[in-house]
């Protein structure tokens, strides 16, 4: 498998990694777009640990991956709302019903233990540990009221809002927040000079 670079960042700070995934299709462009991109968003997320053989992962997984996502932003989304999506929970528990994978712990090198898979990744059972968090999320009510959509401009990012006051309104102070002051200054410049 090769390392497909992309201009967009990937961004792991939603809280959650079934929120993670559904970030992966926020604008301004779709970010698992190859397999290349899946691999990374993989590792990233800490679904596999670094340096594992990544190479039965293929188009038909950044498809199931893609698919899934939909089905969990829908859900997720859905639950924000009060509305139900059945169709979408359907899919989240077919797919929470896998197992998923196996870890074990190893020695490394330095003697320390390190995380490892218990074999080769599967894609069933990665999606699988992506639905669980899902269904952790959606069925734990102090995790579920934490549960936020970016009040940015052109920002559909969901996050856990985890912070003291529970205020929080962007999915990230540096990104949004700071998009949101630069536009708020620039307001008030064009008011202070009309």
Do not use: K
């Not at 829908?74 to 929470?96: F, K, M, S, T």
């Not at 898979?117 to 009510?141: I, K, N, Q, S, Y």
């Not at 936020?148 to 052109?154: A, S, T, V």
Request: net charge positive.
């Amino acid at each position: 498998m090769t390392v497909a670079t992309s201009s967009c960042a990937l961004r792991f700070d939603s809280g959650r990694l079934c929120l993670d995934l559904v970030a992966t299709a926020a604008p301004p462009e779709e970010q698992l777009d190859g397999i290349g991109r899946l691999g990374e968003w993989l590792v990233g997320a800490g679904l596999v640990p670094p340096g594992s053989a990544l190479g039965a992962v293929d188009e038909q997984w950044v498809r199931r991956f893609t698919e899934a996502r939909e089905y969990v932003a829908d859900l997720v989304r859905a639950e924000l709302g009060g509305r139900p999506a059945p169709r979408a929970l359907d899919h989240v528990n077919a797919l929470a019903a896998d197992p998923p994978p196996g870890i074990r712990a190893v020695r490394a090198a330095d003697g320390s233990l390190v995380r490892t898979l218990g074999g080769a990744p599967e894609c069933a059972a990665l999606l699988a540990a992506v639905a669980r968090d899902t269904v952790d999320l959606l069925t734990d009510p102090e995790a579920r009221d934490r549960l936020r959509q970016c009040e940015g401009d052109n920002c559909r990012r969901l996050y856990l809002d985890t912070s003291r006051g529970r205020r929080r309104r962007w999915c990230s102070s540096e990104v949004c927040g700071n998009r949101e002051r630069v536009a708020r200054h620039r307001r008030r410049a064009v008011a202070a000079r009309a």
